[in-house]
Each structure stands twice: as structure tokens, then as C-alpha cells.
């Protein structure tokens, strides 16, 4: 079957090449001419060249001809996109490749290609990985999640690649929420160490972060397995780890009190408000999420933040 790669960003471009090592891929970018001329993005992911099998193009006529799609576009432009080009769309396996809620109405990724292409096979790609990592050919585990098994396990052999290895779950739900609500925490624990609070700070909110992750999961029907896996504890422990991950970025310059790159994407923001909506409708305790959403919105200051979280009543872990 044929693939395609829709969105020239780093990780959109990453998938591209490392799935074009074996097969014919075509990537699909807004303004494709420097990348076509070049054959690498020198903007998003630079030194990593194009393999001759990678065709670029801003057709997207073109692109959506393949049968396999990769989604990798913004979280909270996916639903505008899919459902303008629905019809296009219809009957092919569509994988998201973006981790977040939808701000309008707390959707994932899936749920959103499911409502808006019904007859599509929805899933979602996800779990610890940074795009270099993937364009280099370095050895990355990603979690592939499908509802349909038969499916799951053609897209898995279609995707798998000698250094991307996917493993696969029907959890969608999951694997949704594990990619989303970790970049929250990752907000936080960059926001600790921005502050100069120390790597004791950061371990405590990384673990009672994966509490409040467990408690949206159960909340919303997913297995608690789930988050143990690669989609959740995974990609907890890359994100909220290295500099290499956009939201803990934003997480240090909101502890240094610096301006952060607005042109740069960060899933983890729109995110936090998303949940922090949810939790408050539902009654979830959530408060690193609460925090992380008044630092953005500005209701809050770090040291505010901080005190809300120290001075919450004692209890049993």
C-alpha cells in the first residue's frame, strides 16, 4: 500500500525519511520548493537528507492518493483539515502523529478522525521519540494504536522499519491520552527547573504528574496498562527529561521568566487548558495540570503555583 506523510515539520519530515529508506513515501508540506530543491528541511530538521524513494510535493491532490496517511499536523488543526477534506479521505487508514485535546471539545486525535471520516480505519501513532532521532535512523519504539486488530497488524508490518519498531494496542484512548497529558507535565517539570527548584522537584511532579495522568485515563475509559507502555511512562520520562522536548522548553522559559518563541508549536499548552476544562467538569483532582494551565493563562506566577501545590492537605500516596 501506499504511503504519504502529510506536513512538512520536523516530525512529519522525520516519518517521511525513515519510512522512505524501503519504500516510495510522499511528503506533503504547505511550501514544499526549498525542501524539493534542497531534498532535506533545512528549517525544521536540518543534515538530514532526503532518500531518493522520498517524493515532495505541495499537491495534495497527490498525497492523498496513498492509502496509508500520516497525519502529522497541529492537534488543534487536524479536525479543520480532515473535515475539509473528507471526502478525499474516506476509506483509508488515517494515523494521526500528533499528541493533544482538542481545545473546542476534549477530543483526541482519533476521536476526531473517527467523527469527521467515519468509514476511515483511525489510529494514532505515539511514544518516546524525538524527529532526529527518527530521521538518523536511531533504534525508537513508538506505539501504533488501532481499534481494529487486523488493521493494526497491516499497518504495524507496513510502518515497522530495522530502527522504528511499533508495537501495537486497540487502546486508542490510551494511547491518546498518554502522548497528550504527559507534555502538561512536562510543562511543569521544565517550570521547575527553570525556577532552579532541583532534580528532587522535577522526580515528585514527573510521579505525581503519571497519577493524574492514570486518573484522566480512568476517567475516560483507558486501560491503566497503557500509560505504562511506551505512550505513556515513555514518553513521560523523554519529554519531561531533555531540552529536546518543545514543552519542557516552554516549561524553562516560563521558570526563568523568559520570553518563549511564539512561532514555536507546543502541543502542551492548548492541552493543559483542554484537560484542566475536563477535570474541572468531572470533579478530577488534577493539580499540576490546574497549575501548569495558570501559568499559561497568567492567573497564576510561579511562586503561586508552587504554594498551591506545597500547601494541598496531607495525604495518603
Known sequence: ?????????????????????????????????????????????????????????????????????LLALPMQQLRGFIKTHAYMLAGKSLIACCKGIELSTGAGPVQIIAQEVPDA???????????????????????????????????????????LRLYRTKDTVGAELGGALKNVVAIACGTAMGAGMGESARAA??????????????????????????????????????????????????????????????????????????ARQAGLDMPITMAVAGLLDKSLDVKAAVHSLLTRPLKEE
Open 205 to 278: 511532579l514527573m510521579t505525581r504528574g503519571y497519577a493524574e495522568m492514570q486518573r484522566m485515563a480512568a476517567y475516560r475509559g483507558a486501560d491503566p496498562d497503557t500509560l505504562a507502555g511506551l505512550s505513556g511512562f515513555g514518553d513521560l520520562t523523554l519529554t519531561c527529561t531533555s531540552e529536546g522536548s518543545r514543552n519542557y522548553r516552554l516549561g524553562l522559559s516560563l521558570g526563568r521568566g523568559e520570553v518563549f518563541d511564539a512561532g514555536t508549536t507546543v502541543e502542551g499548552a492548548a492541552t493543559a487548558q483542554a484537560v484542566a476544562q475536563v
Open 1 to 69: 500500500m501506499s504511503i504519504s506523510v502529510l506536513g512538512g515539520g520536523a516530525f512529519g519530515t522525520a516519518l517521511a525519511i525513515a519510512l522512505s529508506g524501503q519504500r516510495p513515501v510522499t511528503l506533503w508540506a504547505r511550501d514544499p520548493a526549498d525542501m524539493q530543491i534542497n531534498r532535506e528541511n533545512k528549517t525544521r530538521l536540518p543534515n538530514c537528507r532526503f532518500p531518493d524513494a522520498l517524493t515532495v510535493t505541495g499537491d495534495l491532490a497527490q498525497a492523498l492518493a496513498a492509502q496509508t496517511i
Open 121 to 163: 480505519h483511525a489510529a494514532i501513532l505515539t511514544g518516546p521519540s524525538f524527529a532526529v532521532d527518527i530521521a538518523r535512523g536511531l533504534p525508537t519504539a513508538l506505539t501504533l494504536a488501532v481499534a481494529d486488530e487486523v488493521v493494526a497488524k497491516a499497518l504495524q508490518a507496513q510502518l515497522t522499519t530495522p530502527a
